[in-house]
């Protein structure tokens, strides 16, 4: 039967226009990797510390480009509803505006920071009041960049100093290496966070494979694709590395061919096709199926 082996939530996108499926397709999707696990577990821990019986721990998580950090950070921070109102999110990409780290942080908070800066005693008393425990900070390398030597003692200095009393706050930090290299600028604060590198698979990772099982069983297709047969993920990871944002990338753009060129599977040759371009779905090229 078409669509067997579709999870029961998502069969009902086969009956959708191809353009449709493809939308969906394109979509970033949740798996619960054991990264997505680890990460989320360590943050429920951290956030169920009484609030003043211990300085707030913290957490640094740590990967390179394409690792799927975002995505982690995303979806961990609206995973658990019991404290996601606790948490609050930022992210210090740079932006046109060139805006200061400290205006986005503060701004994240819900803070209306102004031209003269906020002590920080009030900033504690903020989160107090409005019970804030946690906050997201997402390409947190991006924070120090640019920024001069006493910028930066300012900015870590307000860190440090919401992560002791009365505040207590936890800092969740995804970035890339180069994120923990920002937070050692101070040796002292370097030390309240817990260091988590997210990894790329290896070709016979048990959850690589299960990964792309799970993938097949979301995604909209009617035909079963077998990704995780030998020939299908030695192709996947020999173009991708393991590197969890390069798999995505590669498995989108072949199930958007596979919807569009009738197959209703991802075969080699979409995926050889996807290698070459992501988003040219107009011409089917002659089959290159080694």
């Known amino acids: ?134 906050v997201f900070m997402d390409e947190f390398h991006d924070s120090i960049k640019g920024l001069s030597k006493g910028e930066q003692d300012t900015f870590l200095s307000l860190l440090r100093g919401l992560c002791g009393a009365p505040a207590y706050l936890s800092f969740f930090v995804f970035g890339i290496d180069e994120a923990l290299n920002a937070l050692a600028i101070d040796a002292q604060y370097v030390r309240r966070f817990e260091l988590y590198e997210l990894t790329p698979w290896s070709r016979n990772d048990a959850e690589y494979l299960n990964f792309l099982d799970t993938w097949e069983e979301i995604v909209p297709l009617s035909k079963r694709s077998h990704l995780s047969s030998k020939a299908m993920s030695d192709y996947i990871y020999n173009n991708t590395l393991g590197v969890i944002g390069s798999i995505c990338t590669l498995l989108r753009a072949a199930a958007c061919l596979a919807v569009i060129w009738g197959d209703e599977k991802i075969t080699l040759e979409s995926l050889q096709a996807a290698t070459r371009s992501k988003w040219n779905t107009r011409v089917r090229p002659k089959g290159t199926v080694e």
């Open 1 to 134: 039967m078409d669509g067997e082996h579709l999870h029961e939530s998502r069969r009902y996108a086969l009956t959708l226009s191809d353009e449709e499926r493809c939308k969906i397709i394109r979509q970033d999707i949740k798996v619960d990797t054991e990264h997505l696990l680890t990460v989320s577990n360590i943050v429920h821990n951290m956030l169920s510390i009484v609030r003043g019986s211990m300085e707030a721990p913290c957490l640094v998580v740590s990967a390179g480009s394409n690792h799927g950090k975002t995505t982690i950070c995303n979806a961990v921070r609206g995973m658990d509803e019991s404290w996601r109102h606790k948490i609050r999110y930022v992210t210090f990409v740079k932006d046109t505006g060139k805006t200061k780290p400290m205006v986005k942080l503060l701004t994240a908070l819900g803070m209306e920071p102004g031209k003269a800066g906020i002590p920080i005693s009030m900033v504690a008393e903020y989160c107090i009041a409005n019970d804030i425990r946690g």
